[in-house]
């Protein structure tokens, strides 16, 4: 069976629209932590468990923590169109989105990181957007845009000699609260981002099993989405759970070429030792712009489905689009002709 997992966000935080996602197909939801505190997801994810009982419908609760990787702080959007000129400050420090020079702060780099040099190119989100370096100051980096997109409230940024997100393979401070805050909330599993290896995950498992003392624990999903991760997918897939293949981050960290290649690595590894593999990013993000999907997005979906992956996942779709129930309504109808539903499993298996 192939599971629709929708990711939650601002298009579809409101009980109506979680509702009509529930009819409309979906029965995975998937809460990233990157721009909201796991006690704040709980309480929404406790609204989706009492709204698929009371109609009837199976839905598993999935936290996404975000791991270590560079971000913009802005709390709004950014539309870049009519933009020629802005700061970028990798302090930390907030962004003003205000004035006619729009600053943007960067969280998530230490002391010894590396920083953009002029003339280098800064790839915003998953390649939606980008920006060109053009000069520097005392803590400031002036950059002109390169598209004319809308970037979102504190996306991911990469750019030449940035310390890529796996390399240290250590939990953040924010990530292990994060699993220490699994115990007795109603999430059936929790993903780890930029997995590399097994010992992450084991070190995940020791540290959920302390917080829950005695009680069940989650399943531990590894996202793989980095070059590395690909090349140890056999080892990763032995420890977890399951696997979230984020192709987003993978084409950043491989590049076009490859990255056909990483993907194909982690969906094989999956099947042959028979773990859950989950599919995301950007796979009917179309339909936010467009009336009919891109036929490329249509043929690796419905490829994909007849595959036979364990889910697919659906994030700005659901999570920011205007309309997210039609995106999960299409998809509903390409499982039903590519992948028909017969018997209804549960994606994770529990734990005691």
Not at 11 to 33: Q, W
Request: proline share 7%; with cysteine; charged share 20%.
């Amino acid at each position: 069976m192939t599971h629709i997992v929708a990711t939650v966000g601002p298009a579809c935080s409101s009980r109506e629209i979680l509702g009509d996602l529930l009819k409309a197909g979906v029965d995975v939801f998937r809460f990233t932590a990157s721009k909201t505190p796991v006690a704040q997801l709980a309480t929404i994810a406790e609204v989706v468990r009492e709204l698929a009982a009371g109609l009837g419908l199976p839905a598993e609760l999935v936290l996404d923590l975000p791991g270590a990787k560079p971000r913009l702080t802005n709390e709004a959007y950014l539309d870049l169109a009519g933009v020629t000129e802005l700061v970028l400050r990798f302090d930390g420090s907030p962004s003003d989105l205000t004035g006619p020079v729009p600053n943007l702060g960067v969280s998530g780099l230490g002391p010894g990181d590396p920083l953009p040099q002029v003339g280098d190119l800064v790839v915003i989100g998953d390649g939606e957007d980008a920006l060109r370096i053009v000069g520097r100051t005392a803590g400031s980096w002036t950059a002109v845009p390169l598209t004319t997109g809308v970037i979102g409230i504190r996306r991911g940024l990469s750019f030449p000699g940035v310390r890529r997100a796996g390399d240290a393979q250590e939990f953040t401070p924010y990530d292990l609260a994060g699993l220490r805050a699994m115990a007795g909330t109603p999430f059936d599993a929790v993903v780890l981002s930029f997995t590399e290896s097994a010992d992450l995950v084991d070190r995940a498992r020791a540290v959920l099993r302390e917080s829950a003392g005695q009680g069940p624990l989650p399943a531990v999903v590894a996202k793989i989405e980095t070059a590395a991760g690909a090349a140890a997918a056999d080892e990763v897939a032995r420890a977890a759970d399951g696997i979230l293949l984020g192709r987003g981050d993978l084409l950043l960290d491989t590049g076009p070429v490859e990255f056909h290649a990483a993907c194909r690595r982690v969906l094989d590894a999956a099947r042959t030792i028979g773990r859950p593999v989950l599919v995301g990013t950007q796979l009917l993000t179309s339909l936010a712009a467009g009336w009919l999907p891109h036929r490329s997005e249509l043929a690796t979906v419905s490829e994909l489905l007849a595959e036979g992956v364990s889910g697919l996942m659906l994030s700005e779709e659901t999570a920011g689009a205007t309309d997210p129930v039609r995106a999960v309504t299409l998809l509903n109808g390409l499982r039903d002709r590519y992948a028909p539903v017969t018997v209804p499993t549960p994606l994770f298996a529990s734990r005691p």
